[in-house]
Antibody, heavy 116, light 108 residues
Framework: EVQLVESGGGLVKPGGSLKLSCAAS????????MNWVRQAPGKGLEWVSS????????YYADSVKGRFTISRDNAKNSLYLQMNSLRAEDTAVYYC?????????WGQGTLVTVSS | EIVMTQSPATLSVSPGERATLSCRAS??????LAWYQQKPGQAPRLLIY???TRATGIPARFSGSGSGTEFTLTISSLQSEDFAVYYC??????????FGQGTKVEIK
């Protein structure tokens, strides 16, 4: 059974940093592109970032470019999102999702709240 | 960036009735469109990909149609568990991968 489990969310002040993790199991992680998708409270879904299976290709939404960094460790079956210079508008549930361009598998999400 | 527009924002339907949800793209997508269902407090669930292919385990009452810029999700006979928010998502021109704003299907 495919499982994606996010962690690392919490309350952070504006301008602060946070690193999210996503632990994957039940599939060959190293062969799948991985993604982060977020959802602000009461709002719709927003794609945040994607990374190819070998980390050769990385993409970011304009709203996070230059502040967020996606990475992965295939030996640990883990996906990461380093979030710096956080803003109030980054407050959301962050989901890891796979594979590829449409998302068959989703984690349960981790809530990031940016507030003073 | 491709803009996805869903209509209506809210759809009120009685159980057992048919629901028809629309999704329009600002550019042609061919058939590179997916539909998701999301219930409160849960992650989205993939329903349809390739505009019309049901994902594994999705009941036959869910069907997708369309190509180019106009797409439709039809729920043939609404069950109580189908009341939720539905999103379309394009994966033809990326990045970014973009979602519609969602259609809430509520009980009439």
């Amino acid at each position: 059974e495919v499982q994606l489990v996010e962690s690392g969310g919490g309350l952070v002040k504006p301008g602060g940093s946070l690193k999210l993790s996503c632990a994957a199991s039940g599939f060959t992680f190293s062969t799948y592109n991985m993604n982060w998708v977020r959802q602000a409270p009461g709002k719709g879904l927003e794609w945040v970032s994607s990374i190819s299976s070998s980390s050769s290709y990385i993409y970011y939404a304009d709203s996070v470019k230059g502040r967020f960094t996606i990475s992965r460790d295939n030996a640990k079956n883990s996906l990461y999102l380093q979030m710096n210079s956080l803003r109030a508008e980054d407050t959301a549930v962050y989901y890891c999702a796979s594979p590829g361009s449409y998302y068959t598998y989703w984690g349960q999400g981790t809530l990031v709240t940016v507030s003073s | 960036e491709i803009v996805m527009t869903q209509s209506p924002a809210t759809l009120s339907v009685s159980p057992g009735e048919r629901a028809t949800l629309s999704c329009r793209a600002s550019q042609s997508l061919s058939s590179n469109l997916a539909w998701y269902q999301q219930k409160p407090g849960q992650a989205p669930r993939l329903l349809i990909y390739g505009a019309s292919t049901r994902a594994t385990g999705i009941p036959a009452r869910f069907s997708g149609s369309g190509s180019g810029t106009e797409f439709t999700l039809t729920i043939s006979s609404l069950q109580s568990e189908d009341f939720a928010v539905y999103y379309c998502q394009q994966y033809n021109n990326w990045p970014p991968w973009t979602f519609g704003q969602g259609t809430k299907v509520e009980i009439k």
